[in-house]
């Protein structure tokens, strides 16, 4: 079993920055892909940002040129610098995690709890 935390939510005014971070933790596991998805009242959970173990990083159209998403392998740990916060950026931001378990060779996705951000003068 892995455990998916993340932390960093809360509410800022528009024009503001956060910065999001979410770890992994467990045992006898491996991490490729690790990413961030949003879910506002009403709509869909959508794809913010991810992140591959190359760094390879690709971002949802409304966050280009304003989130960043960054990775320490070493932590298990991701993180997303959110910049130029607007209203439609309010939501519940996830993270996920695409395991790989050593003992069983299955992969696996988890989903953390969920942070609260909302953007909002």
């Known amino acids: 079993q892995v455990q998916v935390v993340e932390s960093g939510g809360g509410l800022v005014q528009p024009g503001g920055s956060l910065r999001l971070s979410c770890a992994a933790s467990g045992s006898s596991f491996v991490i490729n892909d690790m990413g961030w998805y949003r879910q506002a009242p009403g709509k869909q959970r959508e794809l913010v940002a991810t992140?591959?173990?190359?760094?390879?990083?690709n971002y949802g159209d409304s966050v280009k040129g304003r989130f960043t998403i960054s990775r320490d392998n070493a932590k298990n740990t991701i993180y997303l610098q959110m910049t130029s916060l607007k209203p439609e950026d309010t939501g519940v931001y996830y993270c996920?995690?695409?395991?790989?378990?050593?003992?069983?060779?299955?992969?696996?996705?988890?989903w953390g709890q969920g942070t609260q951000v909302t953007v909002s003068s």
């Open positions: 996920n995690v695409a395991v790989l378990h050593l003992s069983s060779r299955t992969r696996v996705n988890y």
């Open positions: 992140i591959t173990r190359a760094d390879w990083t």
